[in-house]
C-alpha cells in the first residue's frame, strides 16, 4: 500500500485535488482509498434509519452493508481523536493507494497543496515531511524549495509524479504500531 497525505490550509484546493486524482490513478487500474480528516462533528446517517436508531439505541458499532457497499459507524463514548495511523489501520489490505487529506501535522510523506490566492502561510519550510508542493503560483512561493513543484491544475502529471516516485510512499504498518 502506498500512501500520501495532502496538507495545506482550507480553500487551498486540497480536495478538489484529490477528487481528480482518483480517476486518474483508477484509469492506470489502481485501486484508491481515501482517509479524510473531519474537523468538525459530522454525521453520516440520518434520523428515522435503522442504523440511526440503533446507535441512539447505544450500540457502539453498526455495520450496514449491501452487495455494493459496506459502512462501519462506531460511537466514542469519549472524545477520541484517532491517529492517520489508527485510521489507515482499518482500510482494506488490497488496496494500492491512500489519499490522505488533512492531517497536516502527521509524519506521513506529504504533498503540500498551496495557492497564493489563498493568503494563508506555506508549510514546507518547516515541515520536513512534505516532499513535492502543488501550486498554481509557483512564482509567488515564499522560500525557493529543492521540493519538485507540481501544478495543482494538471492532476494527470501529479499522478504520474505520484507513480514514478511509489516506492517512497510505501507504508508499512508495523512500523507505527
Same mark, same amino acid.
Request: hydrophobic share 40%; aromatic share 10%.
Given at each position: 500500500?502506498?500512501?500520501?497525505?495532502?496538507?495545506?490550509?482550507?480553500?487551498?484546493?486540497?480536495?478538489?485535488?484529490?477528487?481528480?486524482?482518483?480517476?486518474?490513478?483508477?484509469?492506470?487500474?489502481?485501486?484508491?482509498?481515501?482517509?479524510?480528516?473531519?474537523?468538525?462533528?459530522?454525521?453520516?446517517?440520518?434520523?428515522?434509519?435503522?442504523?440511526?436508531?440503533?446507535?441512539?439505541?447505544?450500540?457502539?458499532?453498526?455495520?450496514?452493508?449491501?452487495? *455494493?457497499? %459496506?459502512?462501519? /459507524?462506531?460511537?466514542? #463514548?469519549?472524545?477520541? =481523536?484517532?491517529? +492517520?495511523?489508527?485510521?489507515?489501520?482499518?482500510?482494506?489490505?488490497?488496496?494500492?493507494?491512500?489519499?490522505?487529506?488533512?492531517?497536516?501535522?502527521?509524519?506521513?510523506?506529504k504533498i503540500?497543496?498551496?495557492?497564493?490566492?489563498?493568503?494563508?502561510?506555506?508549510?514546507?519550510?518547516?515541515?520536513?515531511?512534505?516532499?513535492a508542493l502543488?501550486?498554481?503560483?509557483?512564482?509567488?512561493?515564499?522560500?525557493?524549495?529543492? *521540493?519538485? %513543484?507540481?501544478? /495543482?491544475?494538471?492532476? #494527470?502529471?501529479?499522478? =504520474?509524479?505520484? +507513480?514514478?516516485?511509489?516506492?517512497?510512499?510505501?507504508?508499512?504498518?508495523?512500523?507505527?504500531?
Amino acid at each position: 500500500m502506498k500512501v500520501v497525505g495532502f496538507a495545506g490550509y482550507s480553500g487551498s484546493g486540497k480536495t478538489t485535488l484529490v477528487e481528480r486524482l482518483i480517476p486518474v490513478l483508477r484509469l492506470q487500474g489502481l485501486r484508491v482509498s481515501v482517509v479524510k480528516h473531519a474537523h468538525h462533528r459530522f454525521d453520516i446517517d440520518h434520523p428515522g434509519k435503522d442504523t440511526y436508531r440503533h446507535r441512539e439505541a447505544g450500540a457502539f458499532e453498526v455495520v450496514i452493508a449491501s452487495n *455494493r457497499r %459496506l459502512a462501519l /459507524l462506531r460511537e466514542f #463514548e469519549q472524545e477520541t =481523536q484517532l491517529t +492517520v495511523h489508527q485510521l489507515l489501520a482499518e482500510l482494506y489490505e488490497g488496496v494500492d493507494w491512500v489519499l490522505v487529506e488533512g492531517f497536516k501535522d502527521s509524519d506521513l510523506l506529504k504533498i503540500e497543496v498551496w495557492r497564493a490566492s489563498a493568503n494563508k502561510p506555506a508549510r514546507y519550510p518547516d515541515d520536513d515531511f512534505i516532499v513535492a508542493l502543488a501550486t498554481d503560483s509557483p512564482q509567488a512561493l515564499p522560500q525557493p524549495t529543492l *521540493r519538485p %513543484l507540481l501544478d /495543482l491544475n494538471d492532476p #494527470e502529471a501529479i499522478a =504520474q509524479w505520484l +507513480v514514478s516516485n511509489q516506492a517512497r510512499f510505501d507504508y508499512r504498518s508495523e512500523v507505527f504500531v
